[in-house]
């Protein structure tokens, strides 16, 4: 890639954008009111706006291999404290997408490195729904089973965050989990039970 086409690109975004109102990015600059979190993966295929047909400033992103949720994870973790505490979004959607080389990556033997402890939160996940995705006889089903279970034990992780639960009690914030089928394009909603999961693991994860 010529990286000179980036900024002629970036050249007619602009105008684009002035096209709509001389005052765009006057009033782009005032700053930012999202309703949305969105938590997806770093994947090239999938870009968060463009796919929820969206723009600046409607979404707030964080994005990481595999569309991890992990409590010891500094960056994802002030992410999210910081959208559900002071931009007060009342959404948080964790997005995974089948095809997912992550995923994938985590199902095999091979030593990846760095990679490893990051890749073990996928295997707790096989893990936790062992039996389920053992009876999947097909691999690509497999693999595309275990990215939506992925999605759903990542919202769960969300919910047990105190953010997240006094955002609740205070103002109703939901969580949801999705999944971009890269194949046709779709945003597959999983309908997460947000007040199930909740309910389930507030004897051991409640947090005032």
């Known amino acids: 890639m010529e990286l000179d086409r980036v900024f002629e690109n970036n050249k007619t975004w602009i105008t684009k954008k002035l096209e709509a109102g001389d005052d765009y990015f006057e009033q782009l600059g005032k700053g930012q009111n999202p309703e949305l979190l969105y938590i997806g993966c770093s994947d090239s295929r999938v870009t968060a706006e463009d796919l929820m047909g969206l723009g600046p400033g409607e979404v707030f992103v964080h994005r990481n291999i595999a569309n991890m949720v992990i409590s010891i994870d500094l960056n994802v973790m002030s992410v999210v404290n910081y ?34 402890p990051w890749l073990r939160n996928i295997r707790d996940v096989y893990r936790i729904h062992r039996d389920e995705l053992n009876a999947i006889e097909d ?70």
């Open 83 to 116: 959208a559900v505490d002071h931009l007060k979004v009342n959404h948080i959607v964790v997005c995974g997408h089948y095809a997912c080389g992550g995923v994938k990556a985590a199902m095999q033997s091979a030593d990846l490195g760095i990679l490893n």
């Open 139 to 208: 691999e690509d089903k497999k693999y595309d089973r275990l990215v939506e279970l992925n999605v759903k034990e990542q919202c769960v992780n969300l919910i047990k965050t105190a953010a997240v639960q006094k955002a609740y009690r205070e103002r109703g914030i939901k969580v949801h989990g999705w999944v971009f089928d890269v194949h046709t394009g779709k945003l597959i909603d999983l309908k997460i039970d947000f007040e199930g999961y909740l309910k389930n693991i507030m004897e051991i994860y409640h947090l005032d």
